[in-house]
């Protein structure tokens, strides 16, 4: 099953009515669940449904905000390869979430349709990371202002964003640094 433009902006929208909604009406509910609860939950709704990797790897919003986010995905069987270490393709799904949600946050803020897909992705894997890995990404700003060159020029416009990959609350030595290419256009 597809969805055109307007089936996908009218699931955005109902997101944006649910949560609204949720703390409008229901505030004790939603006071009892933290903000990086529920962005974990949406992400993983999202990634069941939209690109089931993502779902499939559990990943956990630590935090989110519009300048860094920081996401941990667990080493597990669904993560692990045949050394015991965390598989690289795990690894290019938590650099992809850490910058991409971002970018949906300032998409999101932008109430404007805009297409958005990695154009390139390199990586720098410095080390087995032989538990869960933790991927930042402090580039909230260049997306930001991505997101208005996009929304004022209708052209596709690109960024090289930066994450880096950390063992679960070590963040002295990374084990992997990556960067993608972001690639945006507005739509009409």
Known sequence: MSLNRQGSAKSDRRSRMVEAHLEKDFPVIASLFSTSFRQTVLL???????????????????????????LRIPLARRSRNHLGSMYFGALAVGADCACGLIAFDHIKRSRKPISFVFKNFRADFLRRPQESVDFVCRDGKKIEALVGRAVRSQERVEEIVSVKAFLADQYDEPVADMALTISLKGKS
Do not use: D, Q
């Open 44 to 70: 993983r709704i999202f990634g069941s449904f939209k690109i089931p990797m993502i779902g499939y790897l559990s990943p956990r919003v630590i935090k989110l905000n519009e300048e860094i986010c920081i």
